[in-house]
């Protein structure tokens, strides 16, 4: 079985690299997403369902990391929201 | 002395159970970490990042900084990154034609093709063989509508629609009446659903083809799919349906809900645009005349090659909708409900257009009275918002749906479609119902019907001189 070291260190890569979307959708999805997918598989016991858990998030923190490059590449501005939300604090 | 020298070694021991732990994890995280970070590092410094400069051709591109918010899910959604990632190996080194027999270029694509096939017909719970790859929904209704009356011609010639079609399906029949056929436009009821007793008593011996959108582009209503398609079935008319709204979306399964033909569309649910899915049942089979010649793709109904980038990106964004159906619809609603009573609450004589309980609820179409439509959308300019679908945006006419439904002229003027979709956020929402309701109450302020609507006089009952 997995170990509980490893699946904590997927959450936070997950959380780390999802927040370095450039674009603001993504970014916020990329983190509620990881949040809530963790969140809702919290008290998971079937060895073979974690381990294919576990499979998929890796996969996706791969994707995370190539989208976050592209993200650089293409990706440029900000939503009106995220200046006005800097405002605000 | 003793006291200290008592304390410390459990400190030690406690560091020492302890760090190398830390120590272990540290590192590796660490590692990954400075690689990525001098990776994005390096691209960003060394690599110019491309942005498109097209104020050639026009003027009024959004300031990089301040873009507008997204709210218009129903015109496009935007790329899923997982969708896009999928895509890429098909752009940069996979560039085969999936038709080439002769060599791994053309097995590769092909074999990309027909996986991405699979996940399609997945999300429907179809046979692969039974989905057709197209450019989009448009294409995919015109294959349906125009094909399928064609190929029955000889036998029958009468065909139902309603009259809150999407357009490219309402054209198709306008062509098929060119031809020869018998069209029935279908009215609608005021929530925007129509009427099974009506379809029924619509249906004669000459009809081959029912075609009734499954979500509307437009209100946002969900069609009774399923009772469609058993009155159908039970008819042995052949039933087509729209779902371009709605797949991947809300849960559809062409056998429960006895469907011969579906249209799909890939950027309506975070695929790429200029793809799109046309679902043809084998059994009982449903014959088309393909009205494209060509190779004979896609068994002799689509010729052309097939994309093999675009179709693995379809195929990819319905995998990604079918594992993310449930989470997202119920964010979608919640946002939807969030967005709803916010502005209801803030302002009288809002109308929600079509049915609030049989309508998917990442379209939300209200009408602001004694606001005209054009100008709220004018004031929120900070939000991507349309008025109705964006193949009429262009005209000022009010929405044929939103006359279907029986809106009054004026309400029907004062529409605005929100698109909720799966990467809106609360923020998002809130600012929208803000701007919403502060415009909205400016605009009125200003309007003499709202004064005197306010003084309770009827505007129905005014006559107004001629001019």
Redesign the interface.
Same mark, same amino acid.
């Given at each position: 079985m997995a170990s509980h070291r490893k699946i904590i260190q997927l959450y936070r890569n997950l959380l780390r690299e999802g927040k370095k979307f450039k674009s603001y959708n993504y970014r916020e999805y990329a983190v509620r997403r990881t949040r809530d997918a963790f969140k809702e598989h919290k008290n998971e016991q079937d060895p073979k369902k974690i381990a294919s858990l576990l499979k998929s998030a890796e996969e996706n923190l791969d994707i995370v990391r190539r989208q976050v490059l592209i993200g650089e590449m293409y990706g440029d501005g900000r939503l009106i929201i995220e200046s006005t939300i800097k405002h605000a604090t | 002395m003793a006291h200290t020298s008592k304390v410390f070694p459990i400190v030690v021991q406690r560091c020492l159970l302890r760090f190398p732990r830390g120590l272990q994890?540290c590192p590796? !995280?660490r590692q990954?970490?400075l690689d990525?970070e001098k @990776?994005?590092a390096a691209? @960003?410094a060394a !690599?110019k =990042? $491309?942005?498109p400069h097209l104020e050639e051709e026009r003027k009024d591109m959004?300031d990089?900084?301040? $873009? =507008? %918010? #997204?709210l218009d899910a129903q015109a496009t959604t935007?790329l899923d =990154? $997982?969708v896009?990632?999928a895509m %890429?190996p098909y752009f940069v080194t996979q560039y085969g034609n999936p038709h080439s027999r002769t060599h791994a270029y053309g097995w590769e694509s092909e074999a990309a093709v027909e996986h991405a096939r699979k996940q399609v017909a997945m999300v429907i719970g179809a046979d692969p063989r039974e989905v057709i790859f197209t450019s989009g929904a448009t294409e995919s209704n015109n294959i349906a509508v125009k094909g399928c009356a064609r190929f029955y011609k000889s036998k029958k010639n009468h065909i139902i629609t309603t009259q809150t079609e999407h357009k490219c399906v309402l054209d198709s029949c306008r062509a098929l009446e060119m031809e020869g056929f018998r069209v029935t436009y279908l009215p609608v009821q005021k929530n925007g659903l129509i009427d099974l007793k009506v379809l029924e008593n619509s249906m004669t011996e000459d009809t081959v083809l029912v075609s009734v959108m499954t979500v509307n582009n437009e209100i946002g209503v969900e069609q009774p799919v399923a009772e469609i398609g058993e009155l159908c079935r039970s008819r042995k008319i052949f039933f087509h349906t729209d779902a371009a709204q709605a797949v991947g979306k809300i849960p559809i399964n062409v056998n429960d809900m006895k469907i011969d033909l579906m249209s799909i569309s890939g950027h309506k649910l975070y695929g790429p645009k200029g793809i799109g899915a046309l679902y043809v049942r084998r059994r009982p089979r449903v014959r088309i005349e393909a009205p494209q010649s060509g190779g004979g793709q896609e068994r002799g109904m689509r010729s052309g090659t097939v994309p093999t980038p675009l179709v693995v990106g379809l195929g990819s964004a319905c995998e990604v909708a079918m594992q993310e159906m449930e989470?997202d619809h119920s964010r979608i609603k919640t946002l939807s409900d969030r967005l709803v009573n916010k502005i209801q609450a803030a302002l009288p004589m809002v109308i929600r257009n079509g049915d609030p309980e049989k309508s998917y609820p990442g379209c939300v179409n209200l009408s602001f009275a004694f606001v005209e439509g054009e100008s709220l959308l004018m004031a929120l300019k900070?939000i991507a918002l349309s008025s109705g679908s964006a193949c009429t945006s262009a005209s000022l006419e009010p929405s044929y749906v939103l006359r279907a439904v029986g809106a009054d002229e004026d309400l029907a003027h004062s529409s605005i479609r929100f698109g909720i979709g $799966?990467?809106?956020?609360e @923020?998002?929402i809130d #600012?929208t119902a803000e701007k919403c309701i502060e415009h909205v109450s400016r605009l009125r302020e200003m309007s003499p019907l709202w004064e005197m609507a306010q003084e309770g006089i009827d505007i129905k009952t005014i006559q107004w001189s001629q001019h």
């Open positions: - | 994890r590796n !995280v990954i970490h990525i @990776a994005s691209t @960003a !690599v =990042p $491309r942005i959004p990089k900084n301040t $873009r =507008p %918010l #997204y935007s =990154p $997982r896009l990632d %890429l989470y900070d $799966r990467f809106t956020t @923020a998002e #600012y």
